[in-house]
């Protein structure tokens, strides 16, 4: 095997031998690979039957390139049996579209000139990414044509002799796209649940039975809701799904309660012990512990060995079988962030800011805030992650913190106060809602008749998989500039392709956390 698409990568340079650090083991590894030069067969079947006829369409072949690319996505399928079955639905389809059309061996890119690999691992790991948005657009029957479109064009170039520059336009597009992949989810969620209203949301568990729902996928999460209305089981949020609390048709349900523990990479213990099943959605799945593995419950895209699987009738009668045979805790279950916090607020996405922008742009104007941090993205094991904490702890009083994804579990418990009524830290929803932080910088800039660069706004993220590639590579191509990244630089950039990036966006590595806001702050 070989695979260096998230940031735990090992040595931070590439997992291989018998399984990677995220518990992928080599064998899936390399069905997964299999099923990338499948997805690349499919592209180029379907591109060269488009060339014939334009108006061809091919609702099968979009179905099977989202949920292929979704599949390769760190931490959401450890299964080979539904690789394999889907690298045999893949082939089944391009065959059906466009007779003997070779498939591709990706290892080729692997094993290709540094910079061209890390040129075209951008743009796949980026449509990788994308492919889970779309994903969750599509299972709201949201789709976009042109975001479709370029999977196949994207799949089909990394798979083809290009130049550095080619790519690198490549790479640019992808991130193109990916703004209005997400755009189109923003519009599904939206307009299926409401604009997110500011919601505070207890982490205590109340007393009885409790469902533990993870991962990023709205619909999962309201027909879940639908079925256990009634039924005497409380549903908690845990990790990418807390922003479900904010949205008005998900809020509605009052035996949606609470949240239920911190950020992803902590599931292993914080699963060990709890009366509840869990169910998970999407990543991030971490290998299952023999404690609680009788208590997962996977649907959609995850997948893991012997696990019980909720299919697509979507009946969750196991899972609420479950709940009601572990009975949840006797009493109320006081538990708390990761900064001893009781309760945590999100909801502020585009809609809810945008409606205070006027507010915001006088306090700006009156000097009452000095600077806007996004502190956000993915969270990880490693140790550096705890600059994220520090820096929100850092930042001086009359700055605010816009947060995103499941990196704000390092902060969103702190006890930051307010600037004149608007709260310090301001938590915008899933990593797709960094369509939400784009939005307010572009309002922000339109306000001041300035570039979002001119503004008094920096974006401190931090990445993890392949959902953050696309979103990084958003922020390049709108021309962003100044990001700091960490905790560490991905693997699969290439020091020549690091040079182009930091020459035209500067953006730079992480530091120290007094380095960098004396940096900011001047
Ligand atoms: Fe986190 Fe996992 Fe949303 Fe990622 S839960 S790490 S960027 O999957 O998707 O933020
Ligand atoms: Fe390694 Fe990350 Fe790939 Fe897992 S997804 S095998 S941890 S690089």
Redesign the pocket.
Known sequence: ?F????Q???HNS??EGRA???G?KSDT?NYQDELTGALIGLSRAVRKKLALNPDASFEHADELILKGLFTTI?NVNFFNDTIIELIHEVNVEKDRIYPDIMNYDVRHIWEDQEDIRSLKSLILFGLRGMAAYAYHAYALDYVDRNVLDFFYEGLEAIASEKSSDELLALVLKTGEINFRCMELLDHANSGTYGNPVPTEVPLTIEKGPFIVVSGHDLHDMELLLKQTEGKGINIYTHSEMLPAHGYPELKKYSHLKGNFGTAWQSQQSEFHNIPAPILFTTNCLMPVRQSYCDRVFTTSIVSYPDLVHIGEDKDFTPVIEKALECKGYPEDHPMTGINGGSTVTTGFAHNAVLSNAGHIVELIKAGKIRHIFLVGGCDGAAPGRSYYTDFAKAAPMDTLILTLACGKYRLNDLDLGSIDGIPRILDMGQCNDAYSAIKVALALAEVFDCTVNDLPLTLVLSWY?QKAVCILLTLLSLGVKNILLGPTLPAFVSENVWKILVENYNIQKISTVEEDMKKILG
Do not use: D, N, P, R
């Not at 695979?3 to 998230?6: D, L, S």
């Open positions: 095997m695979c260096f698409q998230c735990q990568t090992a590439g997992c990677g650090v995220c992928k590894a760190t998989e």
